[in-house]
């Protein structure tokens, strides 16, 4: 027999209010950091058309489509499955009214159809900060692009977090100079490196590119490569491998660690292991996990890209850019009971009726209230007190105004906390704790 309990669902997470509030303050924190480096926030729509969506790599197969919205449409949509490519065509179609180098974050919804999994959803948060600019974007945009990351991560509390940056152009360079002719499909499955493990990429590479095994052990040799501070230099060198190109990413993913280690922050390290699965990545590239569980996937990415609107105009726009997998990390969080415990109610105070008569001067104190800046509700229904104080210790609100039955115009103030009651006008009324209502 069928069920009529509803359901959501699976990979469209879903919260309790209490949770919702933690999300949302953790989402606030994240935008705070954004904008104290400068970047100004933009929305795109969650419809793109499906030319758009596939303008740069391969993800048909992860895009959800939508119902063609009349009949005789010719075009067809999709549902954003990251912001990169978004912003890449706003970009393009609003250069002439934005200032460059143009800095804008984005944080909202994508969509994947990908199967559900611990830490993959279909749908699910993203928090986004690039800077793109005309022919040019200076290097330094890469250091403090790791600066925005780390803070955004630092922010929100998690626990035992590593961002991992490397530079794409050392790979490739060294993949070209010891005759790999593929690069491009070489870097595809030395990405996988964190899922299947070297022998496993060693596998993929003999079969899937009929590449020699003699070969595709030197492949994977600089995935081996990992440092805190410059050491990664010296690694690299070992390999007696001269490339121009691999020269040269190690000379910018150099001066970004320089910078950084100047700074006292920590949670960083040089990892030649990945290299980023989308093509459009051409420089620095960062890839973040949890410390203490890096089987969980990664908790953010990004990096520099010389030509991204490149489909969609003929002008040449630079740009670097990190994203925070944020459902990802939440998610993560919520399952392992790791957020922080509210400290507060999310409501300030209540005020309770006591006849039929009272909703005017009820309504009235409720008004003074909030424009102290508190967070107030009415109980709507006029019933025994003792259900009313209830409801108020259910959600602990710490503040119950009662309505007098003599006269509703005068009110009493209960302290839920100590117990203790006494008169008092909303209008005079000064809270005896800090910090509340802010």
């Known amino acids: 027999m069928a069920s009529n309990i509803a359901r959501s669902l699976s990979g469209f997470p879903e919260w309790t209010p209490e949770v919702r509030y933690v999300e949302v303050m953790w989402l606030d924190r994240i935008r705070k950091v954004y904008e104290s480096y400068g970047y100004t926030s933009i929305e795109t729509p969650a419809v793109e058309l499906l030319e758009i969506l596939q303008a740069k790599g391969e993800i048909d197969k992860e895009i959800y489509l939508i119902k063609k919205p009349y009949e005789g449409s010719k075009e067809e949509y999709g549902l954003h499955y990251d912001l990169t490519v978004p912003f890449a065509r706003y970009v393009a179609q609003n250069h002439g009214k934005l200032t460059f180098p143009f800095k804008r974050y984005q944080m909202q919804k994508v969509w994947r159809g990908e199967r559900p999994q611990?830490?993959?959803?279909?749908?699910?948060?993203?928090?986004?900060?690039?800077?793109?600019?005309?022919?040019?974007?200076?290097?330094?945009?890469?250091?403090?692009?790791?600066?925005?990351?780390?803070?955004?991560?630092?922010?929100?509390?998690?626990?035992?977090?590593?961002?991992?940056?490397?530079?794409?152009?050392?790979?490739?360079?060294?993949?070209?100079?010891?005759?790999?002719?593929?690069?491009?499909?070489?870097?595809?499955?030395?990405?996988?490196?964190?899922?299947?493990?070297?022998?496993?990429?060693?596998k993929l590479l003999k079969d899937k590119l009929d590449m020699p095994e003699e070969l595709a052990v030197k492949a994977i040799?600089?995935?081996?490569?990992?440092?805190?501070?410059?050491?990664?230099?010296?690694?690299?060198?070992?390999?007696?491998?001269?490339?121009?190109?691999?020269?040269?990413?190690?000379?910018?993913?150099?001066?970004?660690?320089?910078?950084?280690?100047?700074?006292?922050?920590?949670?960083?390290?040089v990892d030649l292991s990945f290299v980023r699965g989308f093509d459009y990545y051409t420089g620095i590239i960062y890839e973040g996990k949890f410390s203490n569980d890096p089987g969980y996937g990664s908790i953010c990415s990004g990096g520099r890209y010389e030509n991204l609107s490149g489909s969609f105009t003929d002008r040449r726009l630079p740009g670097v850019g990190f994203s925070v997998g944020f459902t990802r990390i939440f998610a993560k969080l919520v399952e392992e009971e790791l957020l922080p415990t509210i400290q507060s109610s999310l409501v300030d105070a209540i005020v309770l009726r006591t006849q039929e008569d009272d909703l005017p001067s009820v309504c009235k104190a409720a008004d003074v209230l909030r424009s102290k800046g508190l967070k107030v509700e009415v109980y709507g229904e006029v019933c025994k007190l003792a259900k009313q104080f209830k409801y108020a210790n259910k959600k602990s609100i710490r503040w119950v105004w009662i309505a007098s039955k003599d006269d509703p115009t005068q009110f009493e103030v209960k302290d839920m906390m100590s117990g203790e009651q006494y008169p008092s006008s909303p209008e005079n009324w000064q809270p005896l704790i800090t910090g509340i209502g802010s």
Request: charged content about 25%.
């Open 221 to 269: 040799q600089p995935s081996s490569i990992k440092s805190s501070d410059l050491g990664f230099i010296e690694q690299f060198q070992a390999l007696d491998v001269k490339s121009t190109l691999a020269d040269e990413g190690i000379q910018e993913l150099e001066q970004v660690i320089s910078l950084f280690i100047q700074t006292g922050r920590k949670n960083v390290e």
């Open 118 to 202: 611990r830490g993959r959803y279909r749908e699910f948060y993203q928090c986004d900060v690039d800077v793109i600019d005309n022919e040019t974007l200076s290097h330094y945009y890469d250091f403090e692009m790791l600066l925005v990351g780390h803070d955004a991560l630092s922010c929100i509390e998690i626990p035992c977090f590593t961002i991992g940056i490397s530079n794409r152009k050392i790979y490739q360079g060294y993949l070209e100079a010891v005759g790999i002719k593929d690069v491009t499909s070489t870097l595809r499955l030395i990405d996988k490196m964190d899922k299947v493990g070297s022998e496993g990429v060693i």
